[in-house]
């Protein structure tokens, strides 16, 4: 279990993580999703020691990670900067890992079958691909079978296979229980991998929801209606016990009913339609306006006292 309390990081001026209290949970995958910039990286090194929190506070299993005896068997990570010696090999560089922390040279063998390193794992480091950096980098998270791991963009710049490998690796790691926090700026990649959802835009907590939740919520399905008898086919809609919406360029967003309905209902009264289309909202577009919400809510209030995080994301969700 990670908990997070009130982290804050201020750079100057700049805060880069803004009072962010959260859980992450064991036997699961938790999704930490934000664009790039929004302090997924700096929240990630306050939470292994490297980087020191202006305020609050972030415990791993309860305790500070740099009173962590023997930390790499408590929680093993994957940060974006990879501190890998170019000279060293793959092996030498685990095995260095390995008799820092206590654990047994045999371990190292292990992970680097677990992570298809065996076959390169006496060449320099500085001849790896993309891929198998990142590999090496999660053997080495690997290392002391640790029950939290911790995974900074770890698809980044790897093809379908490796992504493929990594989602899959990830997975079983919560299914046996480990506590699994990856962070991506992409929603599609999370929709694939995460069960919980940890949002953040500009430092500041947007969500902190469940994936099913998340997707019920976001992925509005509605039929996008136009008519040169607008106002007539309203009352229609309402007399028809639906709810509609306008959609900004004159069309109607119709919720809880269908096409052939919709359709139906406007021939008996007679109506003219241009337009009678099915839509779905993607959680794309779910998690960019979330995200641009938060932009603008910053642009408004400047430094005032903020609203919580979580009304903000009932507020913006809730009227559909
Ligand atoms: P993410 O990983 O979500 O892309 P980061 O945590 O890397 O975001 O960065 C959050 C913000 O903090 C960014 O605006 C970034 O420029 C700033 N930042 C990160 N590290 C430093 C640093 N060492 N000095 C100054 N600003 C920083
Ligand atoms: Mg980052």
């Not at 922390?101 to 190292?108: A, D, E, H, K, S």
């Not at 046996?176 to 953040?200: K, N, P, Y």
């Not at 919520?217 to 008519?227: E, F, G, L, T």
């Amino acid at each position: 279990m990670i908990e997070l309390e009130g982290l804050t990081k201020r750079y100057g001026e700049k805060v880069a993580v803004n009072n962010l209290t959260f859980t992450v949970r064991p036997g699961i995958v938790t999704g930490f999703l934000g664009p790039n910039g929004a302090g997924k990286s700096t929240t990630m090194r306050m939470i292994l020691g490297l980087d020191h929190p202006t305020a609050g506070d972030v415990r791993i299993d309860g305790t500070h990670y740099h009173r962590l005896k023997n930390p790499l068997t408590y929680i093993g990570a994957l940060l974006e900067a990879k501190g890998v010696h170019p000279g060293r090999s793959a092996y030498n560089h685990l095995l260095c890992l390995a008799q820092s922390n206590g654990i047994p040279p045999r371990r190292v063998h292990e992970v680097l079958d677990a992570v298809g390193l065996t076959a390169v794992a006496r060449k320099k480091a500085k001849g790896f691909s993309l891929g198998m950096g990142q590999r090496l980098g999660i053997a080495a998270a690997l290392l002391g079978d640790p029950r939290i791991l911790m995974f900074d963009e770890p698809v980044n710049g790897l093809d379908p296979e490796g992504i493929h490998w990594i989602r899959t690796l990830m997975k079983s790691l919560a299914a046996q229980g480990r506590t699994v926090f990856v962070s991506s700026h992409l929603m599609s990649e999370m929709a694939l991998t995460a069960d919980h959802l940890v949002v953040i835009g500009q430092g500041r907590l947007l969500a902190d929801t469940s994936m099913a939740d998340f997707i019920e919520r976001n992925s509005r399905s509605y039929v996008r209606v136009r008519s040169p008898q607008r106002e007539r086919l309203l009352d229609v809609l309402h007399g028809g016990g639906m709810t509609a919406a306008e959609s900004g360029d004159g069309a109607l967003e119709v919720d809880g009913s269908t096409a052939e309905a919709i359709g139906e209902l406007a021939a008996r009264h007679q109506l003219t339609l241009h337009e009678l289309s099915p839509q779905q909202a993607s959680l794309e577009e779910a998690f960019m306006q979330l995200t641009a919400e938060s932009v603008e809510y910053h642009a408004h209030t400047g430094a005032g006292t903020p609203a919580p995080p979580q009304q903000q994301w009932g507020a913006s969700w809730t009227k559909g």
